[in-house]
């Protein structure tokens, strides 16, 4: 069964570059989430969007933003980057009847140096 | 907010051991509960969920989970461990209003042979 694709799996960049990070949810899935796992600690929500449009914000930066497109797709762009932005970042998606349930996708590493 | 917070950080076990790992959340409402693992260097795969009905609830690779309302619990277990379970597990809770995952910090489980 198709997953949850994100590109790119690694991602180096330096400090205040910028980065776009996408993810492809699973076929008819609409929503999609975005999280943030910094090293040895637990996914942080980030931001979600349902039918293209933002449905919640969690702790998110003022320098990150992130939309959906109309194939669903959604996008995560990172501006002046720093250090501590240096984490594995998460997509999972899920559909309007199992909006219950998230299915991630493998996640792309960024480290900033 | 609620939070989720999980007993144990590390655990070793040998093979054939039984697993219990605990999780407690503190949210008054109606929550879905989740399971994920995280094996090294891989996402996160949802094990089992709980969203209503009976409260003991299976999922894959021989795991079972109990929800007791009483004490806002949800525990993972498993009575026979290989080596291959050894990973990350994370519990998380979902309010049915919005949807998003809040994790526990993890528990690593590490399974000798």
């Known amino acids: 069964a198709a997953g949850v694709i994100q590109s790119p799996r690694h991602l180096i960049k330096e400090k205040r570059e910028t980065a776009t990070l996408k993810c492809y949810p699973i076929?008819?899935?609409?929503?999609v989430y975005w999280y943030q796992q910094g090293p040895g600690q637990d996914p942080q929500f980030l931001i979600s969007?349902?039918?293209?449009?933002?449905?919640d914000k969690g702790s998110i930066p003022d320098r990150f933003s992130a939309q959906q497109f109309s194939d669903y797709h959604s996008e995560l762009n990172m501006s002046s980057l720093e250090l501590g932005d240096s984490a594995l970042y998460f997509c999972a998606s899920s559909s309007t009847r199992g909006r219950d349930t998230q299915y991630f996708g493998p996640g792309t590493r960024l480290t900033v140096l | 907010a609620q939070s989720v917070s999980q007993h144990n950080h590390h655990v070793i076990l040998s093979e054939a051991a039984s697993l219990e790992l605990g999780c407690n959340y503190s949210?008054?409402?109606?929550?879905?509960l989740f399971w994920y693992v995280q094996y090294p260097g891989q996402h996160l795969q949802l094990l089992l969920k709980?969203?209503?009905?009976?409260?003991l609830v299976k999922g894959i690779k021989g795991f079972e989970a109990e929800f007791i309302k009483s004490k806002f619990s949800f525990n993972l277990r498993k009575p026979s461990v290989q080596w291959s379970d050894t990973a990350e597990y994370f519990c998380?809770?979902?309010?049915?209003?919005?949807?998003?995952?809040?994790f526990g910090a993890g528990t690593t489980v590490t399974v000798r042979a």
């Open positions: 076929p008819r899935h609409d929503t």
């Open positions: 998380a809770v979902s309010r049915i209003v919005d949807y998003k995952l809040s």
């Open positions: 709980y969203f209503s009905g009976d409260p």
């Open positions: 969007f349902y039918e293209k449009m933002q449905s």
């Open positions: 949210y008054g409402g109606t929550v879905n």
